[in-house]
């Protein structure tokens, strides 16, 4: 039995297929179609027999936008160091151009959406840590599964080339009909045995805070945020979907994110949006300043309040928000900017927090405003470019995707990007997590030690750890 979906899909092949060779170029065919009720994080394991590598996982901390993209079918990557973000969006914008897009709704975060994010810091040194991952990495997948505040919608990508024929459409056909099966199987994955928990050079980093602290101290540097791995052995493969589901599960209000890439996986739980296009408006967050969370309510209160009153960590919050603030009015006609941070309370640890709203005008660019606000002070340091070189030179760990930006942008402009903290590398048995924590004058070492320690919790809990 042939369905009105499959004549449709047949129908937009063949003119995609003449598109394709009238132009002497590929073409985009993409649909969209409402669905029944399908668990995300289920779409994404079920891509793991076909698409094992080539899939990604987004939520936000309200559940308002969630995707699972499974294949690609387009890859965005770029080594080069100069105008990366520019790069990609030029590149998007023009693969986009004679698409044929058949998406009658008018949610966001439906139709050819592409995920991924940028590294760091491009200019320093790649390691064999981050080999499988280029510095600007975004893909558009063949299935992506979004759930719009609720409602369910499958995307399907397919590129048509001049060569192509009318086996592709049956190619498409068959293979949306594998991927529904799959999704009828029990996949379910356990966590391997964690053997070793083993971190990277404890004594040296500290040794860097205190030489940071006494350069802090000379000269015109105000802020340099270091950060340092954790290396974990387990007795077998660990599966994403199983750390994912384990995130899922004990971060939910966090941004949850996965991107895979030729074998390896990056995944995190973050608390912090680095910035969110949705027409006209942007939003962004400043999230500096942090404390651990009590034993007990009375416990968590104090030391809430106490955060609150810390000149330290008030004046690393007041950094960020200064710098978002004026990144934001290059593009904005109106910024709403609250007087005082509030507490921001996630599982493991609190943090001060500032949200910040501004309206744009319509074709102010999501790529442009997340190379404006990256990195944060609360991730590089003040002054920016300064902090950035700093981290380069006595850093030791090559940081890769960690505490950049990682997100996604659809057809229309719209997107949001969180800044990849609280994450981790997953490498076949293997698996390094990342954290840093803001050096200024006054820091002493062995608190940031502890502070980075904290900020370990969540993924080494995630991957069976305590």
């Known amino acids: 039995m042939i369905t009105i979906q499959e004549i449709e899909t047949k129908e937009r092949s063949l003119l995609?297929?003449?598109?394709?060779?009238?132009?002497?170029?590929?073409?985009?065919?993409?649909?969209?179609?409402?669905?029944?009720?399908?668990?995300?994080?289920?779409?994404?394991?079920?891509?793991?027999?076909?698409?094992?590598?080539?899939?990604?996982?987004?939520?936000?901390?309200?559940?308002?936008?969630?995707?699972?993209?499974?294949?690609?079918?387009?890859?965005?990557?770029?080594?080069?160091?100069?105008?990366?973000?520019?790069?990609?969006?030029?590149?998007?914008?023009?693969?986009?151009?004679?698409?044929?897009?058949?998406?009658?709704?008018?949610?966001?975060?439906?139709?050819?959406?592409?995920?991924?994010?940028?590294?760091?810091?491009?200019?320093?040194?790649?390691?064999?840590?981050?080999?499988?991952?280029?510095?600007?990495?975004?893909?558009?997948?063949?299935?992506?599964?979004?759930?719009?505040?609720?409602q369910v919608f499958l995307t399907?990508?397919?590129?048509?080339?001049?060569?192509?024929?009318?086996?592709?459409?049956?190619?498409?056909?068959?293979?949306?009909?594998?991927?529904?099966?799959?999704?009828?199987?029990?996949?379910?994955?356990?966590?391997?045995?964690?053997?070793?928990?083993?971190?990277?050079?404890?004594?040296?980093?500290?040794n860097t805070v205190d030489a940071m602290v006494k350069e802090l101290n000379r000269g015109p540097l105000k802020k340099v945020v270091l950060a340092r791995e954790l290396r974990l052995n387990f007795n077998d493969i660990v599966a994403s979907e199983a750390v994912l589901q384990h995130l899922n599960e004990q971060q939910h209000e966090s941004f949850i994110f996965a991107l895979e890439s030729n074998g390896d996986c990056f995944l995190g739980a973050s608390p912090e949006r680095l910035v969110k296009k949705n027409g006209t408006e942007l939003f962004s967050?400043?999230?500096?300043?942090?404390?651990?969370?009590?034993?007990?309510?009375?416990?968590?209160?104090?030391?809430?309040e106490k955060l609150l009153s810390d000149q330290k960590n008030l004046l690393e919050h007041q950094y960020v928000v200064e710098m978002i603030k004026e990144a934001l009015e290059e593009s904005c006609e109106e910024i709403i900017l609250p007087d005082k941070p509030q507490l921001m309370k996630i599982r493991d640890i609190q943090h001060l927090y500032t949200p910040v709203i501004g309206k744009c005008s319509g074709d102010s660019s999501l790529l442009h405003m997340v190379e404006r606000l990256?990195?944060?002070?609360?991730?590089?340091?003040?002054?920016?470019?300064?902090?950035?070189?700093?981290?380069?030179?006595?850093?030791?760990?090559?940081?890769?995707?960690?505490?950049?930006?990682?997100?996604?942008?659809?057809?229309?402009?719209?997107?949001?990007?969180?800044?990849?903290?609280?994450?981790?590398l997953l490498q076949g048995k293997e698996a390094s997590l990342f954290a840093g924590c803001g050096v200024v004058a006054d820091s002493d070492s062995?608190?940031?030690?502890?502070?980075?320690?904290?900020?370990?919790?969540?993924?080494?809990r995630a991957l069976g750890g305590k």
Not at 29 to 37: C, D, I, L, R
Not at 374 to 397: D, F, S
């Open 16 to 150: 995609a297929m003449k598109r394709a060779k009238e132009l002497g170029r590929p073409i985009l065919m993409s649909e969209v179609e409402k669905m029944n009720h399908i668990d995300p994080l289920l779409f994404f394991s079920s891509g793991n027999e076909h698409y094992s590598g080539e899939r990604f996982f987004w939520k936000d901390p309200k559940d308002e936008f969630i995707f699972a993209g499974l294949g690609i079918s387009k890859q965005f990557q770029i080594d080069q160091s100069d105008d990366r973000f520019g790069l990609i969006e030029r590149e998007w914008k023009e693969f986009l151009k004679d698409s044929l897009i058949s998406n009658p709704f008018s949610e966001i975060g439906i139709g050819p959406l592409i995920f991924g994010g940028f590294s760091f810091d491009p200019y320093k040194e790649k390691t064999v840590l981050w080999s499988k991952f280029d510095d600007s990495l975004f893909y558009l997948p063949k299935y992506l599964l979004s759930v719009i505040k609720g």
């Open 156 to 206: 399907t990508n397919f590129i048509f080339t001049p060569n192509d024929d009318e086996l592709l459409y049956k190619h498409i056909i068959d293979e949306r009909n594998k991927l529904f099966q799959s999704l009828q199987k029990h996949h379910h994955t356990a966590l391997p045995a964690l053997l070793e928990t083993k971190e990277i050079s404890p004594e040296k980093w500290k």
């Open 285 to 304: 967050t400043c999230l500096a300043g942090s404390s651990s969370r009590g034993h007990n309510p009375e416990e968590d209160r104090l030391l809430g």
């Open 374 to 424: 990256h990195p944060t002070p609360a991730l590089g340091g003040l002054p920016k470019k300064e902090a950035v070189e700093k981290i380069r030179q006595v850093e030791e760990l090559d940081r890769g995707f960690y505490a950049a930006p990682v997100g996604w942008l659809d057809y229309e402009g719209n997107g949001e990007f969180a800044v990849a903290i609280r994450s981790g």
């Open 446 to 460: 062995e608190s940031e030690y502890l502070e980075t320690s904290l900020k370990f919790r969540p993924m080494l």
